[in-house]
Nanobody, 116 residues
């Protein structure tokens, strides 16, 4: 049974930091590229960051470049998203995603709210 379980969301003040984590099971984690997406109320889901299988390549949305860092641990089957200098516009549900060719898995999401 494939599972992607996100954790680490919550309420944080503008300028603060959060670290999201996604624990994967039920598939060959190291064979999949891993991504974080987010969806704000009334908006489409958007790609935040993606990291390739070997961790040597990561790509970020322009809106988060220089503030967010994606990383993965293929030994622990986890992928993290370190989020710094958070802004109110970062408020969204954040989803973990695994992709290999036509196979895609999604987590249930974790809420991140940036507000004073």
């Amino acid at each position: 049974q494939v599972q992607l379980v996100e954790s680490g969301g919550g309420l944080v003040q503008p300028g603060g930091s959060l670290r999201l984590s996604c624990a994967a099971s039920g598939f060959t984690f190291g064979s999949y590229s891993m991504s974080w997406y987010r969806q704000a109320p009334g908006k489409e889901r958007e790609l935040v960051a993606i990291i390739n299988r070997g961790s040597w390549s990561a790509t970020y949305a322009d809106s988060v470049k220089g503030r967010f860092t994606i990383s993965r641990d293929n030994a622990k089957n986890t992928v993290d998203l370190q989020m710094n200098s958070l802004k109110p516009e970062d408020t969204a549900v954040y989803y973990c995603n695994a992709r290999r060719f036509g196979t895609v898995y999604w987590g249930q999401g974790t809420q991140v709210t940036v507000s004073s």
